[in-house]
């Protein structure tokens, strides 16, 4: 099961299934589509797993295992490549709070947000080379940008499986934090990036021209929200 919570702006995704440490199955792919859809307008959106075992511990081989054909592989690594693009491409913020291990497709789950923040006690790594396969839905590509071409060879062609301290010291991990003030932590880190102009840093990191970027920054400059608080700026200074 997927879930969608919508708290003023922000959109919690859950993946729940705890039979199988929330690893993700075609149904799973089918309820993630339209939690998206349902998610769209937000201004920050976390994507989680349920508990504090798992975020996602890679495709439900049980499910998958069904799949047997050169075509069927390759729908399915498509059909899922494509969430994440769409995770990677959402308009706002997105944030990948790791609850609990991330391991094979979970990892690449992880790496198609903006900003992954860790429990001190998980576990991350790209380790389908122990099934003889390869990440297939984007995460290669998205670890070689986090820690470049050579270390990603390294971690994923190994499938060495990292702590949170040292997936954070490789530039995997943006933010650890312990696992009593995990859940506090994340939320807080959320609802701290639910405005607009996190929206439109977001898309000017993505590479936009010098012209996008002063274009963006001059709507934001004359939107009724910057003038509301630099009038509370300025009353305050009087």
């Known amino acids: 099961m997927v879930e969608l919570e919508l708290d003023d702006g922000l959109a919690i995704v859950t993946i729940d299934r705890p039979h199988a440490r929330n690893a993700i199955a075609p149904e799973t792919m089918d309820q993630l589509e339209k939690v998206l859809d349902s998610a769209e307008g937000a201004q ?5 797993g349920a508990g504090d075992r798992a975020f996602v511990s890679g495709g439900d081989l049980k499910e998958l295992s069904r799949l047997r054909t050169l075509e069927q592989a390759a729908d399915m690594a498509r059909r899922m490549r494509s969430i994440c693009d769409r995770l990677g491409e959402f308009p706002a913020p ?3 709070a790791l609850n609990g291990h991330a391991l094979g497709g979970g ?3 992880a790496v198609a947000a903006d900003i992954r923040v860790a429990a001190d006690d998980i576990k991350i790594g790209f380790n389908q080379v122990s099934l003889a396969i390869m990440p297939a ?3 290669a590509e998205r670890l070689a940008a986090l820690v470049g071409r050579g270390r990603a060879l390294m971690l994923a062609g ?3 499986i990292l702590g949170a301290e040292e997936a954070q010291r490789v530039g995997l991990v943006d933010k650890v ?8 932590g994340w939320r807080t880190l959320a609802r701290s990036l639910t405005n607009s102009p996190a929206g439109e840093i977001k898309r000017i990191l993505k590479g936009a021209t010098p012209a996008e970027a002063v274009d963006a920054f001059a709507r934001l400059w004359v939107a009724d929200e910057h003038w509301e608080a630099a009038d509370k ?5 009087k």
């Open 177 to 184: 934090l312990p696992r009593e003030s995990f859940d506090e």
């Open 137 to 139: 839905w984007g995460g």
């Open 44 to 48: 920050a959106l976390v994507i989680r």
């Open 158 to 160: 190994s499938g060495t």
């Open 233 to 237: 700026v300025l009353r305050r200074s």
């Open 94 to 96: 997105v944030i990948a």
């Open 107 to 109: 990892a690449e789950v």
